[in-house]
Each structure stands twice: as C-alpha cells, then as structure tokens.
C-alpha cells in the first residue's frame, strides 16, 4: 500500500546517520491499510533522473515508503532507492509536498531482510549512502596543500582522486567547496583514487543542502567544458 502523506507526524530523533533508531508498527489509519507499516529513521541513496541523491526513509511497508529528500520530485517520476544493505527498490512518487513523498514500489518487500540487524558501529557506516560528484577539493597533509577531485561523498567520509599517494591511515584536511573544512583518515587506495573516513561526521542535513547545488558538486564537469 502507498504510504499517504501524513496529517500529523510525531517526529523521531536520531543520533546517528545511517542507522534504524526506531521500528514500530504504526497504528490508526495507517495500521488498517497496512499490516507491516514502520516507523523508521533510516538514510538512503535516491536516484532521480539520473541524479543520486541523499533522502530519509521515514515510513516503510512492503509496497511503499515515505522518503525526506532535498531534491525536487513530482508525481509518477520514476526513482530508484538504495537502503543501507545494498538492496536497490525501484519505484514511482504517488506525491510529493513540503520535501516529502510517497513511493509506491514496483513490487511488494520483505520488511525483515530490508532492516536486518547490522551487527556492529563499522558497520552501520561502511553502508552509509555515497552520492556522486567531480568538483576541486583542497587536501593538507603534513603542511602541505595539494589539489585533488571529490569523486563521491557521504555522511561518514568521501573518495578522492590525489596525483601522490599517501600512507595507509594518514590524517588529513580536506577542503569541500561548499562545506567546512573536515578532519579525515585515509582508510584505503587503489592506485588512483583514495578512501577517506572523517574523524567527524557530516550531519544529514549538511549532505542534503550540499547536494542540491550542482554547479558546486560538479564544478569540475563545469571546467571541462
């Protein structure tokens, strides 16, 4: 059933980023159309018109769910949600309104294999959503300034493209157009491009108002035209 927009909303406060804090069957009118309605908090990568995005889940059931998102969607777009464990739904907006909107998927879910237990903090942030982006960052290592290109970030850390290698578990800053500067860890590299984690996390939504302006987020695709 297609998650309607709410009348009223109770919200659920999280500490976290990418974790389930809350599951619980929702009762009312919602609890009638839908035996295995949830109330969650879970963030998620969206695919909109050929764009990623970050958005919230806040609502689940096996055949829609109620997404926050920052990006602009309009009934009967066709999107694509990747939750936490990899698992990617593909469906079509019932509504949109005030930032929220209603999924309906193409085919019915297993609730349970979809909010499975992750059994440790690691985890939770090796699944954090990562959105696609080619723009100019500025990284310090040791008192040195380097240039290098964003390639995707997320909430817990981000890919970059650097012409030196460093060595494993290097502590870093890295300059984001459009973000404060950020404390980062090197966590792996495969020859060209460079994992790092951030000693802080981004909040969802710094990510979230971040993403929605383009001409920051692809400015390197800007510079090669």
């Known amino acids: ?32 159309r839908e035996t295995r309605l949830m109330t969650i908090l879970l ?4 695919e909109a018109a050929g764009i990623d995005h970050v ?47 209603g999924l309906q998927l193409d085919g019915p879910i297993v609730i349970d294999a979809v909010l499975g237990t992750v059994p440790d903090t690691s ?12 723009c100019p960052t500025v990284l310090w290592h040791l008192g040195t300034l380097s240039a290098s290109v964003l390639c995707d ?4 850390g981000c890919r970059i493209l650097i012409a ?3 060595p494993r578990d290097s502590e870093v800053r890295i300059t984001i157009p459009g973000l404060s500067p950020r404390r980062a860890r090197m966590r792996w590299s495969n020859g060209e491009s460079v994992g790092f984690a ?28």
């Open 43 to 46: 963030v998620a990568r969206l």
């Open 55 to 101: 958005c919230r889940v806040r609502n689940l059931s096996q055949t829609g769910m109620m997404i926050e998102c920052s990006t602009v969607l309009a009934e009967d777009d066709r999107v694509r949600v990747e939750l936490r464990n990899l698992q990617a739904v593909d469906a079509r907006v019932a509504w949109a309104r005030d930032g929220r909107a």
């Open 1 to 32: 059933m297609i998650v309607l927009p709410p009348e009223t909303s109770s919200p659920v406060h999280a500490t976290g980023a990418s974790r389930l804090h809350h599951v619980e069957p929702v009762g009312g009118t919602f609890g009638r």
């Open 164 to 166: 030196s290698p460093l």
């Open 153 to 156: 970030l997320s909430q817990s």
């Open 123 to 134: 985890a939770i942030i090796a699944r954090t959503p990562r959105i696609a982006a080619n």
């Open 198 to 225: 951030f000693l802080e996390m981004l909040s969802f939504a710094e990510v979230s108002a971040w993403q929605t302006d383009r001409s920051v987020r692809f400015a390197s695709d800007r510079a090669e035209i």
